[in-house]
């Protein structure tokens, strides 16, 4: 994806701040998982106040259907041949990011702009372009987790699992809103996964996979281990089978680990970390930091500090 600029709306829908990349800037989403992000705006100082919305203006140059020439701004690549990624209205309006955001007098504000592109892209019919279509949601780092463990290897050779039990490609971890969810399959119709997570292979010789989910606001979630989400395309209902279902409730600032094991229920670990500090004096001092600013990202990223510092 290349952006051309990020604005941050007022409630009226009026533009208070706007920031033009020059150039623009390309980010490949799918290098950006986990807890892993990117800044698009960063140490500007931006006007104290609630912002109701950003809007990631995006390159739209050579977007065309019609015009499958390679050399776009905006592109996804399959199998080695890169497609036209089309953004409906991304250069003109830009794609929509609801808030809030809010900045603080004397304060920093640091945001991030998920993208879960498993959700965001449709093939065009068969047109060998695709559609991104904007879901996206904001969440302050100051209020997110993190949700991270391991997927047994076993789980990924088991009978009617498509995933491909090396890589780990076509399994996923889905994470949905609430605890108590019964997962199900990105379909349009509740319940939707808030965001999923790709497996990749552990590098001790396990065997096994790692998973992160990054910038989850604090709160309670339902997870759950799919070795069909290769199946699972965005504007149908297909029916993907899900295993180690379970609630997990994440912490601001702490990684929360969920195990999904073979034959049992996914192993809870309990821990966020947190460390018990039993003093903690909330320090009034705080950083200097004076303006925040919103960075979008993609995927998993996060988004804008707004430090106006330098
Ligand atoms: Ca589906
Ligand atoms: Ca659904």
């Given at each position: 994806m290349t952006f051309t600029g990020l604005q941050l709306l007022d409630s009226g829908g009026g533009v208070r701040q706007s920031f033009t990349f020059d150039p623009p800037k390309s980010i490949d989403l799918l290098q950006l998982q986990g807890q892993q992000s990117t800044f698009l705006v960063e140490g500007e100082a931006v006007p104290v106040g609630v912002y109701d919305q950003v809007r990631l203006i995006i390159d739209t140059a050579n977007a065309s259907c019609n015009n499958l020439t390679g050399d776009y701004a905006s592109y996804i690549t399959i199998d080695g041949t890169d497609y036209p990624l089309i953004v409906p209205s991304g250069g003109a309006s830009g794609l929509k990011v609801?808030?809030?955001?809010?900045?603080?007098?004397?304060?920093t504000a640091s945001y991030t702009v998920d993208f879960d592109l498993r959700k965001s892209i449709a093939e065009r019919g068969a047109t060998g372009c695709?559609?991104?279509r904007p879901v996206l949601r904001v969440v302050d780092n100051a209020q997110v987790g993190t949700l991270a463990g391991t997927v047994d290897a076993g789980l990924l050779q088991q009978a009617g699992c498509t995933a491909d039990p090396v890589t780990g490609a076509g399994a996923a971890v889905y994470v949905y809103s609430g605890s108590g969810v019964v997962p199900d399959d990105v379909d349009g119709a509740f319940p939707e996964p808030l965001t999923s997570a790709l497996l990749a292979p552990k590098d001790d010789g396990s065997g096994d996979f790692g998973y992160a989910v990054g910038f989850l606001l604090a709160g309670d979630y339902t997870a759950a281990l799919t070795c069909q989400a290769g199946d699972d395309t965005a504007e149908a209902s297909e029916n993907i089978a899900f295993s180690g279902t379970t609630d997990v409730a994440i912490a601001a600032g702490q990684t929360t680990?969920?195990?999904?094991?073979?034959?049992?229920?996914?192993?809870?670990?309990?821990?966020?970390t947190a460390s018990p500090e039993p003093t903690a004096s909330p320090a009034p001092t705080a950083s200097p930091e004076p303006t925040a600013s919103p960075e979008p990202t993609e995927t998993p990223e996060p988004t804008a500090t707004p430090a106006s510092t330098s």
């Open positions: 609801m808030g809030p955001i809010t900045v603080a007098q004397g304060g695709y559609n991104l680990t969920r195990d999904f094991t073979l034959g049992a229920q996914p192993t809870a670990s309990p821990a966020p």
